[in-house]
């Protein structure tokens, strides 16, 4: 067994890589922050270690501030939230553009959705959508535009990359967020976001120990 966790940056994970430093069936990458990054460096962590399941760890933006920040919660439906064009005082995606097929593999009506979740044991956390966009949002009109389009409950930067990769590959997979802020909040001094990672690596812990190191 071979499990691959991947998070954008270090400090996101350096918590669960000092954990887990003696166990050799976890190994570690960095993919960078961005949809960019993580599709090309994911591809390449995955040559490189041929995983039986890959693990995403991070932090995320919420839309629903009747979540707590701090809370970690676990993601099912990956959106791309930003490719296609704003029109109209509209958002039209590449589906709505007719530029792609909203079913035609790895989508399932325009959304990226994990078919491999039960492959983990998963006790303490929710089940939740969310989209993928490039630029962080914070203008009022445009997160009104994603909530009432998508209906996310995160928004991150390299979910979707995950999700794409995962499918086409046939490798399960699963992304673990800590919610440190919510969307369009831009001061640092109200985020969250040392308690958001406490809270993702611990779910990592608790995964990894209960889906695959239980004797």
């Known amino acids: 067994m071979k499990i691959l966790v991947i998070a954008a940056t270090s ?7 000092d954990a ?8 570690f990458e960095i993919i ?3 949809l960019l990054a993580s599709a090309v ?9 041929s995983p039986d399941c890959i ?15 701090g809370k970690v919660v676990i993601v099912k439906e990956e959106i791309l939230g930003d490719l296609g064009v704003e029109e109209d ?11 792609m097929n909203p079913n035609e593999t790895p989508y399932v009506e325009g959304i990226l959705c994990n078919q491999t979740i039960n492959y983990f044991t998963i ?5 939740v959508r969310a989209i993928t966009v490039n630029e962080i949002t914070t203008r009022p009109e445009r997160i009104s535009q994603l909530k009432n389009k998508y209906q996310p ?9 995950l999700y794409y990769i995962g499918n086409e590959n046939r490798i399960p997979y699963l992304q673990i967020r800590g919610i440190s802020n919510y969307i369009g909040e831009r001061d640092k001094n109200n985020w969250k976001i040392k308690e958001a990672i406490a809270a993702a690596n611990e779910l990592l812990f608790e995964i990894i120990t209960t889906s695959f190191m239980q004797s």
């Open 11 to 17: 400090f996101e994970i350096q918590q669960s890589i």
């Open 20 to 27: 887990f430093a003696s166990i050799k069936q976890v190994v």
């Open 32 to 34: 960078g922050v961005g």
């Open 41 to 49: 460096s994911l591809p390449k962590a995955i040559t490189k270690h």
């Open 55 to 69: 693990i995403q760890v991070g932090i995320a933006g919420c839309f629903d501030e009747s979540i707590p920040l």
């Open 89 to 99: 005082n509209k958002w039209k995606d590449v589906f709505d553009l007719q530029l």
């Open 123 to 127: 006790q303490n956390a929710a089940l």
């Open 153 to 161: 409950i995160l928004e991150s930067m390299e979910g979707a990359a």
